[in-house]
């Protein structure tokens, strides 16, 4: 979020945010595991079985997960241990194909890059079953205004309410 950091890094985390949604180009790969694996080779790093695994999870989840559900969602494809999966999500955050969450519950929360591939977007979060999804970009109108001496570092926007699991659960329940 620096403003000193050159065209081509932004020019390069452009490509890898569009490659990691799958909109490169027209040719895309269809495939899950084909997109991540595009995803993670526009990094220039290398292309393990565990990051493929890991970022696929996190692409078709449809919502931030946690640590251990993204060990039991890449259970089925060939069980990760527990420390390969911290690792890979650390990796997966470093190299801006993933971002993480701070949950009320004090777990962190994993998700692949936002729907417009920006890194200052809003989350909703679940009050009832703590379902956290990344909304679009945020307004300009809401960055506030820092005062003198301050630098910002990030923007954190959570909205909080019922997803609608939860939502139908409640009106049966009543
Ligand atoms: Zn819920
Ligand atoms: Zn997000």
């Not at 694996?37 to 695994?53: D, F, H, K, P, S």
């Not at 809003?122 to 300009?140: E, Q, W, Y």
Request: glycine share 6%; hydrophobic share 40%; charged share 25%.
């Amino acid at each position: 979020m620096s403003a000193m950091k050159s065209s081509s890094t932004a020019s390069r985390r452009a490509v890898r945010s569009a490659a990691a949604r799958g909109d490169l180009r027209a040719d895309a790969p269809a495939s899950p595991r084909a997109r991540a694996e595009a995803a993670i080779r526009a990094t220039g790093q290398r292309v393990t079985l565990a990051r493929v695994q890991v970022l696929e999870a996190l692409q078709g989840a449809g919502r931030a997960l946690t640590h251990h559900e993204v060990e039991q969602a890449t259970a089925a494809a060939g069980p990760l241990n527990r420390v390969t999966v911290y690792r890979v999500l650390d990796w997966l955050t470093r190299t801006e194909l993933a971002h993480r969450i701070a949950g009320e519950d004090r777990v962190w929360r994993f998700n692949s890059v936002a729907p417009s591939g920006s890194h200052a977007h809003a989350h909703f979060r679940c009050n009832g079953c703590s379902r956290v999804i990344c909304l679009d970009d945020l307004p300009r109108g809401v960055r506030p205004r820092l005062p003198a001496g301050y630098r910002s570092q990030g923007l954190e926007v959570t909205v909080t309410g019922q997803c609608p699991d939860c939502r139908r659960a409640v009106r049966q329940a009543s």
